[in-house]
C-alpha cells in the first residue's frame, strides 16, 4: 500500500509541511526531510523550483528563484532524494509545474520518484481531463499517486468527479488566493469546510494555503483530515534557517 | 486539414487550458460563453460600431509605390498604425471589454510588457467607465515612461511585477495570480493569442477584422481577394493571427511569420521561439517556448519590445511545426534599417515590431507580379528613443 493511504488511515490530525527544494542552500533538502520527521510531521511536500510559479505568492516564488539560482535542478533533486528512503519513512510527495516534468519526461518522471521513494505528486497546472486522458496509465504503472486540487469555487458536480478519480487525499485550497496570502479564516471559509465536509467523499481532505499557525491549523483540522503549511514554513527557513524546525512545528501543534 | 482551432481547443497538437484548479471556474465560464456571446446580433454591431467610430476602421490598405519599384514586386501595406491608440491593439481591447461587460465583469486587469496593450486596455476602461489594473514589469515600468504616464491619464492604475525576470512574462503571472485571487468580478484582458483556451481563439477573432478588411479592399484594388503573400511580425502573434486569419486554410495565399532575431538567432540575445523554442507550457498554454534544457523558462531578446515573448501563441506553434507558414528571423539591425527606410520611402514611421515584418524584402526575393500585404502594426511614435539611439539621430 502507498505510504499516502497508510498515513490517512491513521487517527490523528496530519500535518503536512511544504518547503522549495534547494532552498536556503541547495543542499539543504535531506536535512529539512529528515528534521521535519523528527519533529513529528506526517507528510512532507517537495517543491520542485519552477521560474513562473502561477499559484504562488510572493514568499515560495522568492524561495523559488532562489533555488534555481542555488544550482536546483529535476536531476540535483533526486539525486539529493535517492538515499532519503534509508532513514525517511513518513510519506513524500513533490509538488512543482508541469513544464519541468514534461521536459523530463512524464514517464521518466514517475519512474524516478517510484525509484527514490516518492509518493505521490501534485501539479497545480496540470488539468485534470489532461492527466485522465494522456498520463493517468503511466502514474498508476509506478504506483504514484496524483493529488488534485479543489476550491471553494469548484462546482459540487466537478468536486465529485475529482473525488471519483483521486486515490490518496484531496487539496483544498482554502480560499481563491494564490499560496501566502491573509492568515486565519472566516465563515466564508468555515462554511465552505462545513460544505464539503457534509459531502462525505470517498477521499479524505487535506487543507493548505493560509495556514501558518497553531490557530489556523486547528480550524481546518476541525474539518478536515489535515492541514499543509507552505509559505509559513519557508518565511521561517527564511529568517531562522534550518537549525530551529523544531521551533516551528512545536508553535504549530502545541497552543 | 484545417490550421484553425479544434473544438477541444487545440491548434494541432499546441493549445489547451493547462491552469491551477483556482483558475477553472473563470476560464470555464469564459470558455463556455465567448462563441455565443460573438455571436449576437447586438454584440456584432456594437463591436462594429466603436470599430468604425472610435477606432477608425476600417484601416487603409495602402499600396507602397515606392518601395514597390524598389522591390520589384507589389506591397500593400495594412495601416494598423493608424487605428486610434497606435496599433492593432485596440481592435482585442475593444472586443474583450465588451465581452466582459456581457459577463458582467466590473473590474478590469491586463499585463503589458511595452506597454500598448496597457494603453488600449487602459483606453476601453476609461470608454466604459470600468476599473482597470495594469500589470507591468518593474525594468519595462522604467523604460516605458510615457506609456506609464498614459495609462495613468486614462484612469488606470499601473502596478509594477517585481517577480522574477521583471518583464512581460512575470507582469502576465501577476495578472493570472490577481485573477486566481479575484475569480468573481474580474476579467483578464490578455493581449495575445497567447494563454488558456478560449484566448487564443477569442483574440484571433476580435483581430480577425484585419484580414476580413484585406480581402474586400484587395478585391477592390486588384480584382482578386486573394494576395500572394501575407507578412507579420510575431512576438505573442495577435497582429500575425489577424492578418492570416481568413487565410489560414487558403493555402493559395502563403504566410510569412517575422520574429525576432534580436543580435542573431544564436547570439544567446534572441526572441526566436520558433526555431529556439521547445514544446512546453507558458501561461497556461501547450506551445514553443524558450526554456532551459531543465523546463525553466528563459528571458529573450529584442529590441522591440512588443516582440520580447519567450513564447509564441498556439496557432503559430502549429503553423510552424505543419509549415503552413514560413518563419523568418530578422535581427535588430536589419529591422531598424528597414523602418528607417520606409521613413524615408513612403513617410511613414512603423514601431520596431512593424518593422520587423518590413526587413522580409531585403531577406527574400518575391515575382514583381506578386501581391504581399504587409500588416503595419503600430506607429513609431513610441518607438522614437530607440531610433535616436539606434541611429545617432
Known sequence: MNR?????????????IYFTAGYPKLNDTAKIIENLE???????????PFSDPLADGPTIQASSTKALKNGMTTEVLFDQLKDVRKTVSIPLIIMGYFNPMLQYGVEAFCKKCAEVGIDGLIIPDLPVDVYNEHYKSIFEKHGIINVFLITPQTSEERIRFIDSISKGFIYMVSSASVTGSSSGFGDVQTDYFKRIHQMELNNPQVIGFGISDHKSFSQATQYAKGAIIGSAFVKHLTTEGTDTIDRFINKIVKP | MTYNINNKGYYGEFGGAYIPEMLYPNVEELRQNYLKVMAEPEFQEEFHAL????????????FAKRLSAKYNTKIYLKREDLNHTGAHKINNTIGQILMAKRLGKNRIIAE?????????TATVCALMGLECIVYMGEIDIARQAPNVARMKMLGATVVPALSGSRTLKDATNEAIRDWINNPVDTHYIIGSVVGPHPYPDMVARFQAIVSEEIQWQLQEKEGTSKPDYVVACVGGGSNAAGAFYHFLDDTDV???????AGKGVHSGESAATSILGKEGIIHGSKTLLMQTPDGQITEPYSISAGLDYPGVGPMHAHLYKSGR????AITDDDAMTAGLELCKMEGIIPAIESSHALAVFEHKKFKPEDIVVVSLSGRGDKDLETYIQHFGL
Not at chain 1, 523528527?38 to 520542485?48: F, H, T, W
Not at chain 2, 502563403?254 to 525576432?260: D, F, N, R, T, Y
Open chain 2, 51 to 62: 470599430l468604425k467610430d472610435y477606432v477608425g476602421r476600417p484601416s487603409p490598405l495602402y
Open chain 2, 254 to 260: 502563403k504566410l510569412i511569420a517575422v520574429e525576432a
Open chain 1, 4 to 16: 499516502i493511504n497508510k498515513k490517512l488511515q491513521e487517527d490523528n490530525k496530519l500535518l503536512s
Open chain 1, 38 to 48: 523528527k519533529n513529528g510531521v506526517d507528510m512532507i511536500e517537495i517543491g520542485l
Open chain 2, 325 to 328: 507558414a514560413e518563419f523568418v
Open chain 2, 112 to 120: 503589458t510588457g511595452a506597454g500598448q496593450h496597457g494603453v488600449a
